[in-house]
């Protein structure tokens, strides 16, 4: 059974830039959750994509936007950077049966997002 | 909006002994599930709660949901250096879990 995979692991963007990130899901999983976690803060939820649809937003700008491809993988694009973007950004996968279940996640090993 | 506060942000705990760190939701919860992330790693799911006043162990890690699905605490006994790391608990409602800003653990030899 395959883990989480993100790429990439690190990347340095210059503010105003555009990124993707990427998330490969375990095995087995449906539902994909991305989150943002700042240098000694806990995670923050963006949002969940839920067989392909988003299913759930935090607090975060319309530049953040995502998608889920029929394989359950997905990607996080961030439009027009701001040095406060820089944080480590993390991939949960999880298992849902019905649309209001509690999840339990397995984490990727997140991307590193430096905003110069 | 739900959220989650955890105390204490810092615990330096001498080898061997006990500690314990609290969880407190503004919300009440479906459940709760605490995670455990190593220093430069990224969050290891520990253990889900679910029912009020539930008790889970796991080796020398006692975890427990309030009566009120509002609050929860893990409880390490006889501390270890592989210890070590930030424990995060998440409130679940619905689609998401809110993480707390956690506790970091360290460990005196």
């Known amino acids: 059974e395959t883990g989480v995979t993100q790429s990439p692991t690190h990347l340095i963007k210059t503010r105003g830039q555009q990124v993707t990130l990427r998330c490969s899901s375990q095995s087995g999983h449906n539902t994909v959750s991305w989150y943002q976690q700042a240098l000694g803060q806990g995670p923050q939820f963006i949002f969940q994509?839920?067989?392909?649809?988003?299913?759930g937003r935090g607090n975060f700008p319309p530049r953040f936007s995502g998608l889920q491809f029929p394989n359950y993988s997905s990607e996080l694009n961030v439009n027009a950077l701001e040095l406060d973007d820089s944080a480590l950004y993390l991939c949960?996968?999880?298992?849902?049966?019905?649309?209001?279940?509690?999840?339990?996640?397995?984490f990727g090993s997140g991307t590193r997002l430096t905003v110069v | 909006g739900q959220q989650v506060m955890q105390i204490p942000q810092y615990q330096h705990v001498q080898e061997g002994e006990d500690f314990t760190t609290y969880c407190n939701s503004s919300t009440t919860l479906s459940n709760i599930q605490w995670y455990k992330q190593r220093p430069g790693g990224h969050p290891v799911f520990l253990i889900q709660?679910?029912?009020?006043?539930e008790v889970k162990k796991q080796k020398r890690l006692t975890f427990q949901f309030g009566e009120a699905k509002k609050n929860s605490s893990l409880h390490i006994t006889a501390t270890q250096t592989t210890d070590v790391g930030t424990y995060f608990c998440?409130?679940?409602?619905?689609?998401?879990?809110?993480f707390g800003a956690g506790t970091t653990v360290t460990v005196r030899a």
């Open positions: 998440a409130g679940g409602n619905d689609y998401k879990l809110s």
């Open positions: 994509y839920y067989r392909e649809e988003e299913n």
């Open positions: 709660l679910v029912k009020s006043g």
């Open positions: 949960a996968s999880s298992f849902r049966a019905s649309s209001s279940q509690a999840l339990r996640y397995t």
